[in-house]
T-cell receptor
Framework: DAKTTQPPSMDCAEGRAANLPCNHS???????VYWYRQIHSQGPQYIIH???NNETNEMASLIITEDRKSSTLILPHATLRDTAVYYC???????????FGQGTELSVKP | GAVVSQHPSWVICKSGTSVKIECRSL??????MFWYRQFPKQSLMLMAT?????????EQGVEKDKFLINHASLTLSTLTVTSAHPEDSSFYIC?????????????FGEGSRLTVL
């Protein structure tokens, strides 16, 4: 699977949008971009995924660049409960194994 | 979303004993389950892929005789840490993929924290 690069940590003010970047410059044409998050001492939680088009669900928006070499996860109105480690993963298998990188530790502050 | 449950949530055992961790998909059939291990302040490391009715596939560097995985039914996979030692203390997490899912979503259990004394 292609590797991803994420900043190790980010801060965000409560109520503001959190924009989490991810670089995946070696992504192949059939690989999806997945985002998961892990709140301390819990199992990861699925957020969103996409292939080429931008995606939005009740949790977040995923913006994928046209060349697919990078993406941004957007939490539109961050709350304190969004404090977690966010993982960007690329994988060609839908529902297949996921290889986790180091992720971004997002701290939402009051 | 679908629910994956692990049991026990935490376990403390003596060095040399074996510990079994269960992973259940509560409301869907999981043809494939994955086992991860996570040390403090580190990311999740994939240990093995478990397919119902067949032998598990282990990632490089993971001892299959040390970490026994059984996936006997479409709703249950077990991980047994044999002859546990303090270095096996970790957070073990399972995830499951369903037969009918087309969204790409993988469901994770709550994790099981193992402490070996």
């Amino acid at each position: 699977d292609a590797k991803t690069t994420q900043p190790p940590s980010m801060d965000c003010a409560e109520g503001r949008a959190a924009n989490l970047p991810c670089n995946h410059s070696t992504i192949s044409g059939n690989e999806y971009v997945y985002w998961y998050r892990q709140i301390h001492s819990q199992g990861p939680q699925y957020i969103i995924h996409g292939l080429k088009n931008n995606e939005t669900n009740e949790m977040a928006s995923l913006i994928i660049t046209e060349d697919r070499k990078s993406s941004t996860l957007i939490l539109p109105h961050a709350t304190l409960r969004d404090t977690a480690v966010y993982y960007c993963i690329v994988s060609e298998n839908q529902g297949g194994k996921l290889i986790f990188g180091q992720g971004t530790e997002l701290s939402v502050k009051p | 979303g679908a629910v994956v449950s692990q049991h026990p949530s935490w376990v403390i055992c003596k060095s040399g004993t074996s510990v079994k961790i269960e992973c259940r998909s509560l409301d869907f059939q999981a043809t494939t389950m994955f086992w991860y291990r996570q040390f403090p302040k580190q990311s999740l490391m994939l240990m093995a892929t478990s397919n119902e009715g067949s032998k598990a596939t282990y990632e490089q560097g993971v001892e299959k005789d040390k970490f026994l995985i059984n996936h006997a039914s479409l709703t249950l996979s077990t991980l047994t840490v044999t002859s546990a030692h303090p270095e096996d203390s970790s957070f073990y997490i399972c995830s499951a993929a369903g037969t009918t899912f087309h969204t790409g979503e993988l469901f994770f259990g709550e994790g099981s924290r193992l402490t070996v004394l």
